[in-house]
């Protein structure tokens, strides 16, 4: 099982040790779900990180609430995903959709030169396109070369374990054409338990320690 955190800002990195925590998600504002870190904190977590052997995830979003971006703010991912690269992240988490909650495929490719190459994760954004329409959107983003996404399961049921079934389901269609991470209510006494529910084997989260 690899194990994620979920980090605001630089707040808590000092606890992170190798094997248990193999990669870190960088964000700011968890209050809104994530947003963007400063140019700073990402030049600095990334050589902390780094030295002590964990891979470092940034987020890309310019704000929180709904995730139908307009072309200014596309502009302003377009920069921080340089930025971001520039200060080697080793990979970029974002998520665009269109209002009707399907995948913004125009988006993506505006932003996709941006990313030089970095693998990319597709964030809980996933889990408000409708079910009927998930395996497509998953198609889709293996198309593009995403590597990964963090979905809860459900944008209407919070309890996790609610959402096994709709989990394995995905786990079982993508076929290890990209991984399904789970999130949003895994703790370090859950974790284990929802990867054998659900065929997972990443977790994410702030309380997987």
Do not use: W
Not at 179 to 201: F, K, Y
């Amino acid at each position: 099982m690899i194990k994620e955190f979920c980090a605001e800002n630089l707040t808590d990195l000092h606890k992170l040790t190798t094997p248990e925590i193999s990669r870190v998600e960088l964000c700011d504002n968890l209050a809104v779900g994530g947003t963007t870190p400063s140019y700073g904190v990402i030049k600095e977590a990334a050589h902390y990180l780094h030295e002590k052997g964990i891979s470092l995830a940034t987020m890309i979003r310019p704000r929180g609430g709904n995730f139908v971006y307009n072309d200014l703010e596309l502009k302003v991912m377009e920069e921080d995903i340089l930025r971001a690269v520039e200060l080697e992240s080793d990979s970029l988490v974002l998520g665009l959709l269109t209002k009707e909650n399907q995948l913004d495929t125009d988006g993506i490719e505006q932003l996709l030169p941006a990313t030089q190459g970095l693998p990319l994760v597709f964030h809980m954004a996933f889990d408000l396109i409708p079910h009927e329409n998930q395996k497509e959107a998953l198609d889709t983003l293996v198309d593009y070369g995403f590597v990964r996404i963090l979905l809860h399961g459900s944008a209407e049921r919070r309890n996790i374990f609610d959402n096994v079934d709709a989990i394995k389901e995905l786990v079982n269609y993508a076929d290890n054409r990209i991984e399904i991470m789970i999130g949003g209510g895994v703790t370090a006494e859950n974790c284990h338990e929802l990867c054998q529910l659900t065929g997972a084997n990443i977790v994410h989260g702030t309380a997987i320690l």
